[in-house]
């Protein structure tokens, strides 16, 4: 997702994506604990979305 899709997002629409987004994140890391990914890049994507979104409600709540 990118910056500019999440600015356009209202505040409610952001905390719930980012906690749909954190629950999916968790649970794609703990399924490659069990068994590897073959696309890691996958969890390297989520978790940088979810710094994204982090940081935008960081900066909406200043």
Do not use: G, W
């Amino acid at each position: 997702m990118k910056i500019a899709e999440i600015r356009e997002l209202s505040t409610e629409e952001l905390v719930e994506r980012l906690e749909s987004e954190v629950k999916a994140y968790n649970d794609a890391k703990f399924n490659h604990h069990i068994a590897p990914v073959d696309n890691v890049s996958l969890i390297k994507k989520q978790r940088r979305d979810i710094a994204r979104m982090k940081c935008e409600l960081s900066q909406r709540n200043k």
